[in-house]
């Protein structure tokens, strides 16, 4: 399994970025996906998943702010984060799993890609 990600940068607080992340050399499209950060200093953390039915779950520090998403016929997986502020300043990655909440528990079937790089500050 290969992960990609893309669309991190830098932005003001209360800006917006979308973060994408293509997957292949995964035959079974009923898996769990989702991002995680890690911000300087510290250990990497769930963000949110998404289920192959569409079932979202997020970090309370999200909630409200990102909307995860995925395209099953492009395996591709959408981070939308809105009203970002210094606090989200990380390095994103996405990974997978085969079942409902293992994820949230560090509980991942890849490798990690090389994350994207998301900055806010003023």
């Known amino acids: 399994v290969q992960l990609v990600e893309s669309g991190g940068g830098v932005v003001q607080p209360g800006g917006s970025l979308r973060l994408s992340c293509g997957i292949s050399?995964?035959?079974?499209?009923?898996?769990?996906m989702g991002w995680y950060r890690q911000a300087p200093g510290k250990q990497r953390e769930w963000v949110a998943s998404i289920s192959s039915f569409r079932n979202t779950d997020y970090a309370t520090s999200v909630k409200g702010r990102f909307t995860i998403s995925r395209d099953t016929a492009t395996n591709t997986v959408y981070l939308q984060m809105n009203s970002l502020n210094p606090e989200d300043t990380g390095v994103y990655y996405c990974?997978?799993?085969?079942?409902?909440?293992?994820?949230?528990?560090?509980?991942?079937?890849?490798?990690w890609g090389q994350g994207t790089q998301v900055t806010v500050s003023s």
């Open positions: 050399g995964v035959t079974d499209s009923h898996y769990v």
């Open positions: 990974n997978g799993a085969s079942g409902w909440g293992e994820l949230q528990r560090n509980n991942f079937f890849a490798s």
